[in-house]
């Protein structure tokens, strides 16, 4: 693999297992809504684009139910409880940015989870190696917009020049190819290798050490 001076990774899928605690919310307020809950796996697919779009997905009808903001606030106010209850690194990651760090390289996480989350998780997961995480907010535009990438990197003080973005979703890929960067697609997320291929993936990587230069 290419070294690069910059690494920016998704969170969901890429560094984090998280698909059971979002479905476990998802169902929560469904439950709490009186509406039908989902399975796993119908959950992994509504994921990718924010947690107001899964809900969207997950919700009959949709943002068009009556009761959508209010299911929808259940599910935020549950999962900001219950982020850390089955949520954890995959095997390998821990390691790769650590080696990463050691190598002098500028690690950042952007994502589409909501901004409290992405920042409560990698605080908990990655603070001696994750210097910068932005999640979804009001004041800036989610991916796959180029903006929370370009806000990665002004933070981190890097250019896009020897940048890579790294993440397991055909928003990713939309992401980096909006911010004119190569996309590196893992294959222990969310999406299996033959739709990222659909959608634009190239470069792919079956376990986080792959990432490592020689």
Not at 7 to 22: H, R, V
Not at 45 to 71: D, H, S, Y
Not at 160 to 183: E, Q, R
């Amino acid at each position: 693999m290419k070294d690069f001076e910059t690494y920016i990774f998704d969170l969901d899928g890429t560094l984090l297992s998280t698909l059971d605690d979002l479905a476990a919310s998802t169902n929560y307020a469904l439950r709490w809504a009186g509406m039908p809950e989902r399975t796993v796996e119908e959950v992994r697919i509504f994921v990718g684009n924010g947690v107001k779009l899964l809900m969207e997905r997950a919700i009959p009808n949709g943002i068009n139910n009556p009761k959508f903001e209010e299911t929808y606030g259940k599910f935020r106010e549950h999962y900001m409880e219950h982020n850390l209850d089955t949520t954890c690194p995959y095997e390998g990651i821990p390691e790769l940015l650590c080696e990463l760090k050691r190598r002098g390289k500028k690690l950042a996480i952007v994502s589409n989870k909501f901004y409290a989350a992405t920042q409560e998780l990698a605080k908990h997961f990655f603070p001696d190696t994750i210097e910068v995480a932005i999640g979804e907010r009001d004041s800036i535009r989610k991916k796959p917009a180029p903006d929370t990438v370009l806000e990665a990197l002004k933070q981190l003080g890097a250019s896009k020049d020897n940048a890579v973005y790294i993440g397991d979703s055909d928003v990713d890929i939309m992401t980096a190819k909006n911010c004119d960067l190569p996309c590196i697609s893992v294959l222990w997320g969310f999406r299996d290798k033959d739709y990222l291929i659909k959608h634009g993936g190239t470069i792919f990587v079956d376990k986080p050490s792959e990432i490592l230069s020689d």
